[in-house]
């Protein structure tokens, strides 16, 4: 089955998502796209034949004519459109995961997702062993898990954490850890950052009892996450070093090919892992 697909956003994991499709990548077929800037939305449709470009949406819920809807638009979009999209029946792929860390727009998510034909996909982003805490959890022997993330501190300019608490990123010459705290409050003030925060900690213990450790690192040229977790099956730890988008340091480069690879996942006949 060769799916639709619709895309909320055109920044740089919905232009990535775009390109895998245009390139026979995922065997899927972009309908329709829609953005807040015309010219990205251009930019998007230019990837493919005039035969097969992508419409530009008037609005969010043209996008529910598609099979799956992808959200790649940021944490204020997923309100706008994952709920519908599954009330619609479509299967929603949520890029921007930290927006669940509010309570009551994961319980009404997770709620249309039981409810409804559609189903939720929330892919790992840019992290690693999300199968063996999925595992782990699955059997009740989990107990801890941490998440510990360093970026450059250009990475890390905007977040609403960092403006709060009138931290200067420019004055910061060695590893400085700039936050301390449980998933969901890590994936609120960072909602650019560590949206892999709110996807370890669903995967496992729970947004509360998940603690992430945030590090700005001047001399870092990666972005590092490293899981460590512990229970009653061993220990697990993982540490990934993603290299930045070359056009958004804030965002990894492995977390757009973690969406193609869901979506690809979709369609095929032989899956490894989980």
Same mark, same amino acid.
């Given at each position: 089955?060769?799916?639709?697909?619709g895309?909320?956003?055109?920044?740089?994991?919905?232009?990535?998502?775009?390109?895998?499709?245009?390139?026979?990548?995922?065997?899927?077929?972009?309908?329709?796209?829609?953005?807040?800037?015309?010219?990205?939305?251009?930019?998007?449709?230019?990837?493919?034949?005039t %035969?097969s470009?992508?419409?530009?949406?008037?609005?969010?819920?043209?996008?529910?004519e598609?099979?799956?809807?992808?959200?790649?638009?940021?944490?204020?979009?997923?309100?706008?459109?994952?709920?519908?999209?599954?009330?619609?029946?479509?299967e929603?792929?949520?890029m921007?995961?930290?927006?669940?860390?509010?309570?009551?727009?994961r319980s009404?998510?997770?709620?249309?997702?039981?409810?409804?034909?559609?189903?939720?996909?929330?892919?790992?982003?840019?992290?690693?062993?999300?199968?063996?805490?999925?595992?782990?959890a699955?059997?009740?022997?989990?107990?801890?898990?941490?998440?510990?993330?360093?970026?450059?501190?250009?990475?890390?300019?905007?977040?609403?954490?960092?403006?709060?608490?009138?931290? %200067?990123?420019?004055?910061?010459?060695?590893?400085?850890?700039?936050?301390?705290?449980?998933?969901n409050?890590?994936?609120?003030?960072?909602?650019?950052?560590?949206?892999?925060?709110?996807?370890?900690s669903?995967?496992?213990?729970?947004?509360?009892?998940?603690?992430?450790?945030?590090?700005?690192?001047?001399?870092?040229?990666?972005?590092?996450?490293?899981?460590?977790?512990?229970g009653?099956m061993?220990?697990?730890?993982?540490?990934?070093?993603?290299?930045?988008?070359?056009?958004?340091?804030?965002?990894?480069?492995?977390?757009?090919?973690?969406?193609?690879?869901?979506?690809?996942?979709?369609?095929?006949?032989?899956?490894?892992?989980?």
């Amino acid at each position: 089955m060769v799916r639709s697909v619709g895309i909320l956003g055109c920044g740089t994991i919905g232009t990535e998502i775009a390109r895998a499709i245009a390139t026979e990548t995922v065997p899927a077929t972009l309908s329709v796209v829609h953005g807040q800037h015309p010219d990205r939305v251009a930019a998007v449709q230019d990837q493919f034949d005039t %035969d097969s470009q992508p419409r530009a949406a008037e609005s969010i819920s043209d996008l529910f004519e598609a099979d799956i809807v992808i959200e790649a638009a940021g944490q204020d979009a997923v309100d706008d459109v994952a709920i519908d999209a599954l009330e619609h029946g479509c299967e929603c792929l949520l890029m921007s995961v930290g927006a669940l860390a509010d309570a009551e727009l994961r319980s009404d998510v997770l709620e249309a997702a039981d409810a409804g034909s559609g189903r939720l996909h929330l892919p790992s982003g840019a992290i690693a062993g999300l199968d063996a805490i999925k595992a782990a959890a699955l059997t009740g022997e989990l107990e801890t898990a941490t998440l510990q993330t360093t970026k450059p501190p250009s990475g890390l300019e905007g977040a609403p954490y960092i403006d709060a608490n009138d931290i %200067d990123l420019d004055a910061i010459t060695e590893p400085t850890v700039v936050f301390e705290g449980p998933a969901n409050e890590a994936a609120s003030a960072f909602p650019s950052n560590i949206n892999v925060a709110m996807a370890l900690s669903l995967a496992g213990i729970g947004p509360s009892e998940t603690a992430v450790e945030i590090v700005a690192h001047p001399d870092a040229e990666t972005n590092t996450h490293t899981i460590s977790a512990t229970g009653g099956m061993g220990r697990i730890e993982t540490t990934v070093e993603n290299v930045p988008s070359p056009t958004n340091p804030k965002t990894s480069y492995l977390a757009a090919i973690s969406a193609i690879e869901k979506l690809r996942s979709l369609s095929a006949t032989v899956t490894v892992g989980t």
